[in-house]
């Protein structure tokens, strides 16, 4: 399935979700309506259960973050028809979290340094943060093809793209190796997100229904999602696969205004210009 941004402010498009066959399904604000959950017997939309041996916690607890099963949030879902260009993604991404000591530890073996992050994806036609509930992006590191968010124990965090192009396209999301549409392992092949052209898409937790998402949230590696379902392996790790629309013209990133020489001139420009001579203020010209 493909489905659109989780969340979506008053008067914005409303973001999209898309099924096997070309259809999507578009989140939209209004929490008020509750749709149907899917069949008890699906694997779809199921809460984490707990580990069947839980008899002794492990020796060595892997240390860092991973990405708790958070509460519910409102989130409703609609459908649109979206055709893939090609059975490959048109751009993929990947950014990895954790705390500020493995993040550190991370960029220390990289050769990075923090800064706050929001990565260009696809030539720079889109644009992904991880950012805060208040829509700030984490502090991370950046270096050569690796991205680093850090995070905080305890903290909501929900995943922003921006869509700076004409065009649209199917965005399959995937947190510490599980599909945030399902919670089963993700695959590239599976149906995702839709994000409209010039708009932004917020997912903000597993999908439990067509109407709610759990939160991520920062937390022990023991306490994950993927620790309690499938396994810790690929804790720390954000994906996204992203698709172009058949038959869409060509994606180009809309010209900025930033041309290079204007960027240098600001950076150059002299708040004293003038040189050290100087007298009174002197008046106007007469106009008599």
Not at 18 to 31: K, Q
Not at 103 to 128: C, I, K, T, W
Not at 162 to 180: I, K, M, T
Not at 215 to 228: E, I, K, L, P, T
């Amino acid at each position: 399935m493909l489905v659109s941004s989780s969340r979506v402010r008053p008067h914005a498009a409303l973001p999209l979700l898309a099924l096997a066959f070309p259809v999507a399904l578009a989140a939209c604000a209004s929490a008020s309506k509750t749709t149907a959950v899917a069949p008890a017997a699906s694997a779809a939309f199921a809460e984490p259960e707990a580990p069947a041996a839980q008899a002794a916690q492990a020796e060595h607890e892997r240390p860092g973050l991973g990405t708790a099963w958070g509460e519910a949030v409102p989130s409703q879902i609609s459908f649109r028809p979206f055709e893939r260009a090609s059975r490959e993604p048109w751009a993929a991404l990947v950014l990895h979290y954790n705390d500020a000591d493995g993040a550190a530890a991370h960029a220390a073996y990289l050769g990075a340094r923090p800064a706050p992050l929001e990565v260009d994806a696809g030539e720079g036609a889109l644009s992904v943060a991880v950012t805060d509930d208040d829509g700030r992006p984490f502090p991370g590191f950046a270096a050569g093809d690796r991205t680093l968010v850090i995070g905080e124990d305890g903290a909501r965090y929900k995943i922003v793209v921006r869509n700076r192009s004409a065009a649209r396209f199917e965005v399959v999301a995937s947190v510490d190796g599980l599909d945030v549409l399902d919670g089963q392992p993700a695959s590239p092949s599976r149906r995702g997100y839709l994000v409209e052209p010039h708009g932004e898409l917020t997912i903000d937790g597993f999908r439990t229904s067509s109407d709610a998402v759990a939160a991520f949230r920062f937390g022990r590696v023991a306490d994950s999602y993927a620790a309690q379902t499938t396994g810790d392996r690929n804790v720390g790790v954000i994906g996204m696969a992203i698709f172009r629309e058949r038959g869409a013209p060509p994606v180009h990133r809309e010209r900025s205004p930033w041309t290079p020489d204007e960027v240098e001139r600001r950076d150059s420009a002299d708040p004293f210009p003038a040189g050290a001579e100087r007298g009174y203020a002197a008046p106007p010209p007469r106009t008599w």
